[in-house]
């Protein structure tokens, strides 16, 4: 029997109002506390694998980045030893084109074997490098000889970079011909390369270390969450590791944080014991999957691929930030069927095609395309896309990829050219091929061997180069060969002669290339040959041909050289040597500038600047001193030569001293004028006294002073009068040729009409015309023709060529007269006669002064034949033309044509 007053006791506590409310919330508080605990343990469980996935992802990323900086790197060395890259400008191209793509690339430098930076790129910024010697520098030279010693690409540890920032540089020995050809020099900057691997938020979220052993490489900056251990990660960066350390930061603890925790212990006041563990499962699965999701986002953002998920009408939902990147728009842009406009315009229908045939068929989406940046960025990429399946097996949607494969599509692009580079290489350039063993015995020989040297070439194999004899092999050129060999070098253009089996020479061309295993070890020789006969006796015959082209270059007495367009003297013979008192060497590199006047200087460099493919040829001439520093003229053909791109090479002149013709042609030209001065000052005294006699004669025709006499003393005077007023009409003639020689004779210009003009002339001519009874006609296509023109010279040309047809036409002939305009509007006049003519030998002779045809009758007719030529020189000075047409015996005629602006009406 039990106590009652102790069960009383019992249940008195236990009905107290305050009791079983604290004894229930102190089980629900331990219990609580417990799950709270637990919960916590979980998420920082969870947390860490979250870590240490993207440490991986993070260390992988940055790994294959560096890798493929250096294979482009390795490829430059290849593009050097292949010798795609022979001079600087070969060089600055290629690492150009390399630096605008990957902005790493701090500078790509060429070395000098002694270890001097000669060329840089880009120059800009990078200015202090060149002419620097890297082995005067401990960290660099200790680096230089690895590279020298092993013949393979080195690592620097980190360096600080003069442009700001941390990089490392990279040492890649050229080797050529056996032998280091220099080295290619590549200093990167990690911030961009780290950078591209860190992807969108995963900088924000975690503290990043990169080392280099003892060496920062880089470090992120951001604060860690003291909690939470850090995650350690090593990647071969060449010959180098880094060391990658990942640490959560507390921008990750604040993302990653959750309620859930709290939740429990406010939640575990107000529920039972069993419900306490219920609501803990279920917190720790919400947990769970909120972890899960956060990583799955984490994940989509940060992968290097696009991650999108459609609809079953495959209309976008969701797309992370490397899609809108790869495609280059939005992610609402992207919405719907937005997407589709990211394709590029020439796969759009391809891709809609086969989408709609996954859907149809019920497969898996895969299909490699483009897409088309608004900025004209074109992107390959692999598409893939899956469907996904409700629990009843019901298309939910579809979710997919695209993988950006634009680098694998260049390098295919890259490879095939290079393989088609050298299949074309192998064909033009390679008759047969053979191999080596480690040995350096024969161990085959392809089918053109014995096309092409006529006969079996397995007698070789097996055997070495020395046991195959030859006419001097023991000679020091095959000696160094056989050097080559025992020093597995690279050898090329090995050539020998060997003889065929009906006698004649051959000349073969070998080479070779060593080949290594991974590990190193020597595995033999795989080499090329071919019959190069035609090839050296072409050279051959090149080289006595350049010998008998220079030394007849060197016999010229011309001046001869050949410069750049800056003026550098690139060659000279000895003949502009000789003039400079100089041999060639001395001249060769220096200013063809030097021995000309200053003032000669802009004035040459401004002919030769406007020298083009199109206009290559310029002849100038130029003053140049001696070698007693006498200025003597020089008359010089220039030719330029230029590239197929347009860009000068070099210019080639050739001289030719016109000292003396130019001082003849001066002196010629004094006498001339003082010929016309004379002859103007001259004709200027005659005309005086003959004005007298022609006044006096004529009063003594008269008889004003009383009666004559005889009817012979008539016939005197009147042959006085005709004579003075011929003399007078020669002296006026010579008289007006001499100020036109003399440049003192201008135009008078206004309008003219020609219609009246010629009707003036035809009358003061009607006398000579109407005692030889010759008919004159005139034809005009207009009324009236406006002429801008010299009024009484225009008169003295008609005067003149009509006088000289009526005084060359015989009795009763015919003079016939035009008057046109041709279709550009000028206006001509033509003079046709039915005269003695003029023969073809004679045309030029008639213009000339005091000039007549040859023909003996000629000199009956008399006249100065100054007729011609003054009506040619006033043509000049109205800028228009006379032409001449004449057969003997047939006639002349004489055609003079003012310019179409002299024109002012015709009607």
């Known amino acids: 029997m039990s106590n009652p007053i102790k069960s009383s006791l019992i249940s008195k506590f236990f009905r107290h109002s305050m009791v079983t409310p604290i004894l229930v919330a102190a089980i629900m508080v331990v219990f609580t506390v417990l799950a709270w605990q637990q919960v916590k343990n979980e998420q920082s469980i969870l947390w860490r694998a979250d870590v240490n996935n993207n440490a991986i992802q993070f260390a992988t990323r940055l790994e294959e980045l560096v890798a493929s900086r250096l294979a482009i790197a390795e490829h430059l060395k290849v593009e050097w030893i292949d010798g795609n890259i022979q001079t600087e400008e070969n060089f600055y191209r290629e690492a150009n084109s390399t630096h605008k793509v990957f902005s790493d690339f701090q500078a790509i430098n060429w070395m000098t074997p002694e270890g001097i930076i000669r060329w840089v790129t880009p120059h800009e910024g990078n200015e202090a490098a060149i002419g620097l010697n890297v082995r005067n520098l401990a960290v660099p030279s200790a680096i230089l000889a690895q590279a020298e010693r092993t013949g393979q690409s080195q690592v620097s540890p980190p360096i600080k970079l003069a442009q700001g920032g941390i990089g490392f540089v990279a040492y890649i020995p050229l080797v050529k011909n056996a032998s280091i050809d220099g080295y290619l020099n590549i200093v990167f900057r990690t911030a961009p390369i780290i950078s591209s691997a860190i992807g969108n938020s995963f900088d924000d979220e975690y503290h990043l270390v990169v080392n280099d052993g003892e060496d920062l490489v880089y470090d992120s900056g951001n604060m860690t969450a003291p909690h939470l251990n850090q995650i350690h990660k090593q990647i071969q960066v060449g010959n ?22 709290e939740m429990i212990l406010m939640v575990g006041l107000l529920i039972s014991i069993v419900s306490v563990f219920l609501i803990r499962a279920i917190m720790i699965r919400q947990q769970s999957l909120r972890v899960s999701e956060a990583k799955y986002q984490t994940l989509t953002e ?23 990147q790869i495609a280059g728009m939005t992610q609402e842009q992207a919405k719907g069927v937005g997407w589709i406009e990211g394709v590029h ?3 759009r229908a391809h891709v809609i095609d086969e989408w709609q045939t996954i859907v149809i068929e019920n497969r898996e989406f895969l299909l490699e395309y483009r897409f088309l940046t608004p900025d004209g960025t074109i992107t390959w990429v692999i598409g893939q896309a899956a469907a996904h399946l409700g629990q009843d097996g019901e298309i939910l949607g579809y979710v997919g990829t695209v993988t950006d494969t634009t680098e694998r599509i260049k390098a295919e692009q890259a490879l095939h050219k290079s393989e088609a580079k050298f299949r074309g290489f192998a064909a033009i350039s390679s008759d047969w091929l053979w191999e080596m063993d480690a040995d350096l015995r024969f161990t085959y020989f392809s089918h053109r061997t014995k096309e092409v040297r006529g006969f079996d070439p397995e007698l070789y ?44 020479l051959m000349t073969i061309s070998i080479n070779g290339s060593p080949v290594f295993s991974k590990d190193g070890r020597f595995l033999g020789y795989i080499g090329t040959g071919r019959d190069v006969t035609k090839q050296k006796q072409t050279e051959n015959a090149l080289r006595l041909s350049e010998g008998n082209l220079n030394l007849l270059v060197q016999t010229q007495t011309e001046l001869i050289c050949r410069f750049s367009i800056n003026g550098i003297l690139n060659f000279c013979n000895d003949a502009y040597a000789k003039f400079l008192g100089k041999v060639p060497d001395q001249l060769v590199g220096r200013s063809i ?19 083009s493919p199109e206009n290559s040829s310029v002849r100038n001439i130029s003053r140049y001193k001696d070698r007693n520093g006498v200025l003597k003229n020089f008359e010089w053909q220039n030719h330029a030569h230029f590239d197929p791109e347009g860009n000068l090479i070099e210019i080639q002149s050739v001289g030719r001293d016109i000292t003396e013709i130019t001082r003849a042609k001066e002196n010629a030209e004094a006498a001339n004028k003082a010929k016309s001065e004379f002859l103007a000052n001259m004709s200027h005294e005659l005309r005086t006294p003959l004005n007298s006699i022609i006044g006096f004669s004529q009063m003594l025709e008269a008889e004003i002073f009383g009666p004559l006499g005889s009817e012979e003393n008539k016939g005197y005077v009147e042959i006085i009068r005709n004579s003075g007023k011929h003399l007078l009409r020669l002296i006026g003639d010579i008289l007006d040729l001499s100020k036109i020689e003399a440049g003192e004779e201008g135009l008078v210009e206004e309008p003219v009409d020609v219609s009246n003009t010629f009707d003036e002339c035809l009358e003061m001519l009607s006398d000579n015309a109407g005692k030889k009874q010759i008919n004159i006609s005139v034809e ?14 225009l008169k003295q040309i008609i005067l003149n060529l009509l006088s000289n047809s009526i005084k060359f036409t015989p009795c009763g002939g015919n003079v016939k007269t035009y008057v046109s305009i041709n279709t550009d509007g000028s206006i001509q006049l033509k003079v046709q006669d039915s005269g003695i003519g003029i023969s ?14 040859g023909i003996a ?51």
């Not at 073809?840 to 045809?853: M, N, R, S, T, Y």
């Open 593 to 611: 500038y030097e021995n000309a006047p200053l003032e000669e200087h802009e004035r040459m460099k401004k002919i030769f600047s406007n020298l």
């Open 857 to 907: 009758d000629t000199r009956s007719y008399g006249g100065t034949g100054l007729g011609l030529t003054l009506v040619k020189s006033l043509m000049t000075m109205h800028d228009g033309t006379m032409d001449i047409d004449s057969m003997v015996g047939k006639g002349t005629t004489v055609t003079i044509s003012f310019p179409p602006e002299r024109t002012m009406s015709v009607w």
């Open 461 to 504: 194999l097996g055997k070495t180069r020395r046991e195959v004899s030859y006419d001097g092999t023991e000679g020091e050129y095959w000696q160094h060969h056989f050097e080559d060999l025992d020093a597995r070098r690279e050898f090329r253009d090995f050539s020998y002669n060997i003889k065929l089996s009906h006698g004649k």
């Open 840 to 853: 073809a030998k004679d045309l030029k002779k008639v213009i000339e002064p005091f000039g007549q045809a």
């Open 240 to 261: 180098r590791t880094w060391d990658v350390s990942v640490m959560p930061n507390k921008i990750y603890m604040k993302n990653h944080a959750t309620l859930v925790d």
């Open 302 to 324: 940060i992968s290097p691929v696009g991650v999108y998920y459609t609809d079953p009408d495959g209309k976008c939902v969701f797309a992370n930030g490397k899609w809108c």
């Open 780 to 793: 005009m296509d207009g009324d009236s023709f406006l002429l801008h023109a010299d009024r009484l010279k």
């Open 345 to 347: 315009p020439d796969d």
